[in-house]
């Protein structure tokens, strides 16, 4: 590939991270055509609107749908590199990683490839996924060479470059944040740090081989999951000896090398809750931390369904004329983080979707990012805040969303899962 610019580029996969990425490409005046199977993602991109929620990212897809610079289409188009960013499921109960939709971005591209282009792996994907996409491109198109056979003098060129954004500041990290790239040879690496230093002002730092680089995400995300397995096995403990866990986590915060992450109702999302997977199943026998780390999340959200079934126990022996039909629940936030509408892998979500199942009186979910409940929440009604506050015999907090914490109001039966109401400005005296 020449050292010229790159002047048309295609995303494979327009969710939380293509549809992204592909607007911060555009913005640059590149053209960028975002292939996606979601006809309604397509159209609704190409009316200039956005189907997920991020701040900014409506504003610079409006921007750049009208000046021409990014369109949405179902079936991919020949350009000069190809960034895939499609999901990596589960498949089965050992948590072993699907390839499926990576290999079938692969196979939908493979027509559409020239001498010189390049092909970007974003997908977080399991050690080996890099080598199994460049395997299925060579397979699909035998007249083009790839650099796992002629290296570097390869036809096409092939990388891996995961993400590492935070889903609310997307539209910021897609640009600050420092970049790991992996390529198959050093001219793949170099031909996609100079794809990335199109909109990254971070560093792109050139690791020694895709494997690496999927490693080195897989390890970023494992970390923060085993110090979440900590804070989470510490609200256990501290709730058995009836201590307030926050206050104990900021104390103990407050040593130079102390950093403990904060509690929640388990682990969701996209990446945390998924990749430790990926590392325990290429080894399953050398990640014994990492396994029971993954296991402590999992298993949060039933400590959580105890804790709500005790509170409707004790109400009922409040109120002995009633019974479980009669009391409301109120679940606050489905999203798997604050203050966006993400409900991949949410603990959140699961821990209200089994609520539902067990108890057979009313539920009522808030969720201030969407407008639908999934149709996982069958029974379960939609409401505003100030509806719940007012309904509500059982409050429980899974999700800490700034409006919940602008407004909450605090019953006698509250689980508080996520530390609303603890007091984490406390005064401390300190003897001299």
């Not at 006809?39 to 409006?62: S, W």
Request: hydrophobic fraction near 40%.
């Amino acid at each position: 590939m020449s050292e010229k610019s790159f002047t048309r580029i295609s995303v494979i996969g327009l969710g939380y991270i293509g549809l992204p990425t592909a607007a911060m490409f555009a913005s640059r005046k590149i053209e960028v055509v975002g292939v996606d199977v979601n006809q309604h993602a397509v159209d609704t991109i190409n009316k200039g609107e956005v189907h997920i929620v991020e701040p900014d990212l409506d504003l610079v897809v409006r921007a750049v749908v009208k000046e021409g610079y990014l369109r949405a289409t179902m079936s991919p188009e020949p350009a000069e590199a190809f960034l895939i960013a499609v999901p990596t499921p589960f498949k089965g109960e050992n948590h072993d990683p699907d390839l499926g939709y990576i290999e079938a971005a692969a196979r939908a591209i493979a027509p559409v490839l020239k001498v010189g282009n390049l092909v970007i792996l974003e997908s977080t994907s399991p050690v080996g996924a890099t080598e199994a996409m460049a395997a299925w491109l060579a397979d699909a198109r035998p007249d083009l060479s790839f650099p796992q056979t002629a290296g570097e003098a390869a036809d096409i060129r092939v990388a891996h470059c995961p993400e590492r954004v935070l889903p609310g500041k997307v539209m910021q990290e897609l640009i600050t944040n420092d970049r790991v790239i992996g390529g198959m040879t050093r001219a793949c690496s170099e031909a996609a740090a100079r794809l990335y230093h199109t909109f990254v002002s971070g560093e792109c730092v050139l690791a020694s081989s895709p494997r690496v680089a999927e490693m080195t995400k897989l390890t970023e995300n494992t970390f923060r999951d085993v110090n979440i397995a900590f804070a989470n096995e510490l609200s256990l403990i501290c709730d058995r000896l009836e201590m307030d866990v926050w206050e104990l986590i900021q104390l103990a915060n407050r040593h130079p090398r102390v950093n403990i992450l904060q509690p929640g109702p388990g682990v969701g999302g996209h990446c945390i809750a998924v990749d430790p997977w990926f590392i325990v199943s290429s080894s399953p026998e050398e990640a014994q931390l990492i396994r029971t780390a993954r296991n402590v999340n999992v298993g949060k959200p039933d400590w959580v369904i105890a804790k709500v079934h005790a509170a409707v126990e004790l109400h009922l022996s409040r109120n002995p004329k009633l019974s479980t039909k009669d009391v409301t629940i109120a679940c606050f936030g489905l999203a798997f983080k604050p203050d966006i509408d993400d409900l991949r892998e949410s603990p959140a979500l699961r821990i209200v979707q089994r609520l539902r199942q067990q108890h057979d009186g009313p539920m009522l979910a808030v969720e201030p990012n969407i407008s639908v409940l999934p149709t996982s929440l069958v029974g379960v009604e939609l409401v505003t805040d100030k509806t719940a506050y007012h309904r509500a015999d059982i409050q429980l907090y899974l999700v800490g969303h700034r409006q919940f914490r602008d407004v909450a109001q605090r019953n006698e039966n509250c689980i508080d899962t996520v530390g609303m109401f603890s007091n984490r400005e406390r005064q401390y005296t300190h003897s001299r």
